[in-house]
């Protein structure tokens, strides 16, 4: 059983400028949830996708957008950045949309 | 609006010791109830859950944690520590939709 994977790792931006997030869900798992983790703070819930399409969002501006495909991997999209996106976004997926979720390692992003 | 809040920030303890970890949420409806950890160089993995039925639920590696609904409460346990259970502890809810995450408790164990 693959477990949840994340691109890239890492990833340097200038602010202004755009970034795209990707994750693969764990096999058999059609909803995946984003979130962004600032040092010293939990996970801040960003959105979550059920079978392709958008079904809860927390407290983040549009520019933050998703996408889910048919092979239920996502895609975590962040328009304009700015410094404060720096952080970790984390990726995680679960059987269905109230149950445990399984998370990826995360990908570190600056924004310089 | 869904908040979680976990009273303690850094834990310190020695090995064999007691530990019970505070949390309590605010939400007028269902939710499910998470304990997450992330042990050092790790991400995120459940420790525990509890959806319905009994609300004492154990987990993983000895833990376990009691819903008590009149208090919105989820506090962690574990009777006797062991120097590797240092790791950073989150509590967690969600309903359809939405998901709530504490602010952590950093446990440090000292052998």
């Known amino acids: 059983e693959t477990g949840v994977t994340q691109s890239p790792t890492h990833l340097i931006k200038t602010r202004g400028q755009q970034v795209t997030l990707r994750c693969s869900s764990q096999s058999g798992h059609n909803t995946v949830s984003w979130y962004q983790q600032a040092l010293g703070q939990g996970p801040q819930f960003i959105f979550q996708y059920y079978r392709e399409e958008e079904n809860g969002r927390g407290n983040f501006p549009p520019r933050f957008s998703g996408l889910q495909f048919p092979n239920y991997s996502s895609e975590l999209n962040v328009n304009a950045l700015e410094l404060d996106d720096s952080a970790l976004y984390l990726c995680?997926?679960?059987?269905?949309?109230?149950?445990?979720?399984?998370f990826g390692p995360g990908t570190r992003l600056t924004v310089t | 609006a869904q908040s979680v809040s976990q009273h303690n920030h850094h834990v310190i303890l020695s090995e064999a010791a007691s530990l019970e970890l505070g949390c309590n949420y605010s939400y007028g409806g269902t939710v499910n109830l998470f304990w997450y950890v992330q042990y050092p160089g790790q991400h995120l993995q459940l420790l525990l859950k509890?959806?319905?039925?009994?609300?004492l639920v154990k987990g993983i590696k000895g833990f376990e944690a009691e819903f008590i609904k009149s208090k919105f409460s989820f506090n962690l346990r574990k009777p006797s520590v062991q120097w590797s259970d240092t790791a950073e502890y989150f509590c967690?809810?969600?309903?359809?939709?939405?998901?709530?995450f504490g602010d952590g408790t950093t446990l440090t164990v000292k052998p």
């Open positions: 967690a809810v969600r309903n359809a939709g939405k998901s709530t």
């Open positions: 995680a997926s679960s059987s269905d949309i109230s149950g445990e979720q399984y």
């Open positions: 509890y959806f319905s039925g009994d609300p």
